[in-house]
Structure formats: structure tokens, C-alpha cells
């Protein structure tokens, strides 16, 4: 243990004075790790954090996109389950270095890509968080436009187009996307609070659709006797598996930057059971109520009206419309807070620190997240799916590969607390970047999407010969990336312990943190 750190009996490890790092480029408030004493986040936290991520349109629309691609409900539900546990588990390995050293995600990358180097890994994922953050921002601002077009009639509703949308949606766009910044600017604080008073409402939108259609639709018999248009055979298995991927990868993002939220746990303990009951439990229920409503949509229309603010619209009642939407707007700016400006917003800081504060982080997410055009990338199941999700699905089944690989089978959990913020430490390997995890990235990911196909990709992949490997794009990604990363650090972790033994002949205590790039 180093001098300038106390490790408590718990585990959790904290820097005896933060205050000493001020001085470093690499510092500032938002990264430095919490102290101990301010790590109070309880299960119920992690739980309400998931509850309002999880519970939103996006969400309801993967589930929803299932069907519309041809699934029946037991064949999606099967999908969205096993993508969940698949996901799971590297969110809570790499969430145990954030409630051990009270880090952000960022930091934690500092260790395997470098003090400069984890600015690739931190802004791959922000850039993906931006995109995230554009469609949420999207979906509810077209909630908010059929809400206010419900109360005031065809004279909002029939308004002068403007690139290709009417003015009144882009202007729903607009207010959306302010009152989001305007709590991010208040900070991490505001955001833990708005997660927990709006967790439990979040779910009465989408029962109020649900219950809806059943009792239009004549209960859940029409429904449940759809069989889909895949059948069990080949069609379903190659739908199946590009569709298993999108699943791992809507939550890929947060496998990499759960030490985000779990740098405040409590404890170990709180924080994995908080992410074990609150991930499968709420992705399951979100998954079920979506698989329902537009199945029962179906009967009711004709057709697989995959998005919960369209399908509103067709109700006759315009009460449920309002109520309902009221609702998911909630559950939208919730889980678009947690999921997709937080990480970024410690992205973009950690990239510049001395310039960048987490509220400007947050803005520079929202300005990007409309360049990126999000209505684009919203508007068909396949290009969601197979695009979006699967390519960038893969590219951070990569770096999620490498820092399971450094931190749990090199470094063995333990890390040098202080370099993570220090210029010529252990993690500063050859001028701030390590190569090997440089590397082990490339390799993960040119595997994993460098067959990508279909949507804005050619028929035959960007490299041919990859094409089949594109189907399993996060698990290729991860799999290849870890192995690689262990094959380049582990020998170099050896050889630097056998160093350090023979020059210290007696001693038997060696920090395996301290690792020479």
C-alpha cells in the first residue's frame, strides 16, 4: 500500500490528502476519487439508477423492434434475457475499481491505455454517449410534440415543415434538450436526486399503454397466439444472433463506465446487489411491457409500431395519451442523465481537466448529440439494430475487453492510487500511452466490426472475409481484446516481479501495480 493511501477493512482504498494532486494536469475536482467518507450510495440507489435508465423509450423500442423484425414473444424475451446476464458481467467487474478507489471511469483506463492514452477509450465512449443522449433527447422531445398536439389540436400539429419535420416537433426537440441541461448543470448531486424520485413513477407510463391495448385488443389470448413471421428455423437464428449482440450492446456503454456511479458505493456489496437486482429485473419488465403493447398493437393496427410516442398517438383517449407520455418524458430525461451525460461529462473532463468541469462536459454532450442527427439513426429497426448497436457494440466489447483483462488478470485489483493522476508513475508507461493496450484495442475491434454489413455498410462487410464475425461482433470484440491484452502485459508483469525480487533480496511484498510499458 502506498504511504499517501489508507485502505479500510472493507477494502476501499482512499488518498490521505487529495489535496497534494491540485498541482497535476491530469487533476481536477470531478476526478479526483471520493473520499471514504462521502461513498454513501446504498443498494436502493443502484436499484432506483437502473429503474430510471433502464424505463425508457429506447428501451421499450429494442424490445419493441424484436417484434417488428419478425420475433414472436417468447423468441424476444429470450433474446433480451440472455443479453442482459451476458452484460452484466463485465459492468460488475469493472464496477468493483470504482467503489474500491472512489474513481471514474476515465481514471480507471489510465491504468492499461496510460494517463494520455485513456482519452481514446474515454472518448470512444463519450462520442457513443453523445449519439445516446441525441436519440433519448429525440424520442422525448416527439413525446412532448404529441402531448401538447393532443391539448391543442391540428393547429400544432400541422404546422410548417422544416427539414423534413414539422417546426412544433423540432421546437418539443429544443425544450427537451434545455431542461436536461439545465439539471446537469447543478451537477452529480442533482442528477442521484432526480434518479430517485422519479425511479418509481417511471414504470406508470408504460403500464398505461400496456393496459391500454390489452383491454382494446380483448386480453392477452390474440396476442400471446402470434407466432411471429421467423418461425424456430434458420430465419430465427440468423436474426438471432446480430439481435443478441444489440442487446449486450445497448448496455455496453455502461459496462465500461459504471465506476462512474459506483466511485460513491457504500460498499462492494451494496453496489453489485443494487446492479444485480436492478439491471435484469427492470430490463425484464421493460422488455415484457414492450413485447405486449406492440404485439397487442398489432391486433389492434395492423402493424408493428415500434415506437411507444407513435403508437400512443393512434389512441383514441386522449387522458391515457397524456398521462402515459407524461410519464415516459420522465422516464426519458431520468434515464438519459444517468446513461448517457454523466460518462461523458467525465469523458470530456478527463481529456482537458483543467478546462473542461463536469456541467461543461454536459454541454459539450448535448451540443454534440444533435450534430450527430438522431432522428437518422432512429428511424428504422434494422439501422438501430444492426447499425448503431452492432457497430460500436463491438468496437467497445474492445476496451471493455482490456480493462477486465488489466484489472482483474494483470494487475490483480490492485492499482497505485496516486499515479492514476501523476505524470512519470507507474501509468505513464512511454509518454502517457501504453501501447499494449493500443494493441489489444485494434485487434478486438477490427474483428469484431471489421466485417460489418447491411444499413449504411456494404452487402459483402468493409473486409469480406470478417463478414461472419460480425454477427457476434461484442463477444468477438471482448474475447479477442482480453486475450490479446494478457498475452502483450502479463509477461512484462513477471519480468518486472522477478526485477524487483532479486533487487530486494528478503522482502516478499511486491506491488503488482507497478508494471514498466
Known sequence: ???????????????????????????????????????????????????????????????????????????????????????????????????????????????????????????????????????????????????????????????????????????????????????????????????????????????????????????????????????????????????????????????????????????????????????????????IVAILTTSGGHVLYGEDIWDPAQLADRFASPVVVVVALVALVLATISANLAANVVSPSYDFSNAFPKRVTFAVGGLITGILGIAIQPWRLYSDPSIYIFAWLGFYGGLLGAVAGVLVAGYWVVNRTRLRLRDLYTPGGVYWFRGGWNWRALVATLVGAVLAVGGAYGGPFPADGLIPFLKPLYDYNWVIGFASAFVAYVLLALPVKKKKKEEETSERPGSSRIDPAAVDG
Open 1 to 287: 500500500m502506498e504511504p499517501t493511501t489508507r485502505e479500510h477493512a472493507d477494502g476501499r482504498v482512499e488518498l490521505a490528502d487529495v489535496r497534494s494532486l491540485a498541482g497535476s494536469r491530469f487533476f481536477n475536482e470531478e476526478l479526483a476519487p471520493v473520499p471514504v467518507a462521502k461513498r454513501t450510495w446504498t443498494t436502493y440507489n443502484y436499484f432506483a439508477l437502473w429503474m430510471g435508465m433502464a424505463h425508457n423509450i429506447p428501451s421499450y423500442a429494442l424490445a419493441a423492434s424484436l417484434i417488428a423484425l419478425g420475433m414472436n414473444w417468447v423468441q424476444a424475451l429470450i433474446t433480451i434475457t440472455i443479453g442482459n446476464l451476458v452484460v452484466l458481467a463485465p459492468m460488475l467487474l469493472n464496477s468493483h475499481a470504482g467503489t474500491k478507489y472512489g474513481i471514474p471511469f476515465p481514471v480507471y483506463a489510465r491504468a492499461f491505455y496510460g494517463l494520455r492514452g485513456a482519452n481514446l477509450a474515454a472518448l470512444l465512449r463519450a462520442f457513443i454517449a453523445c449519439g445516446w443522449f441525441g436519440i433519448q433527447t429525440w424520442v422525448g422531445g416527439e413525446a412532448i410534440y404529441v402531448i401538447v398536439g393532443r391539448l391543442a389540436g391540428s393547429g400544432w400539429r400541422d404546422t410548417t415543415v422544416v427539414w423534413g419535420q414539422h417546426w412544433t416537433l423540432w421546437l418539443s426537440f429544443a425544450v427537451f434538450w434545455i431542461v436536461q441541461m439545465l439539471i446537469i448543470w447543478r451537477g452529480m448531486e442533482a442528477v442521484r436526486k432526480f434518479e430517485n424520485w422519479t425511479a418509481p413513477l417511471v414504470s406508470v407510463g408504460f403500464l398505461i399503454l400496456l393496459g391500454y391495448v390489452l383491454i382494446k385488443a380483448g386480453g392477452l389470448g390474440p396476442i400471446l397466439e402470434d407466432g411471429g413471421k421467423l418461425g424456430w428455423g434458420s430465419d430465427f437464428w440468423k436474426v438471432f444472433a446480430p439481435s443478441l449482440m444489440a442487446m449486450i450492446a445497448f448496455w455496453s456503454t455502461l459496462s465500461l463506465n459504471m465506476p462512474d456511479f459506483t466511485r460513491f458505493g457504500g460498499s462492494q456489496r451494496k453496489q453489485a446487489r443494487g446492479q444485480v437486482l436492478g439491471l435484469p429485473t427492470t430490463m425484464t419488465f421493460i422488455a
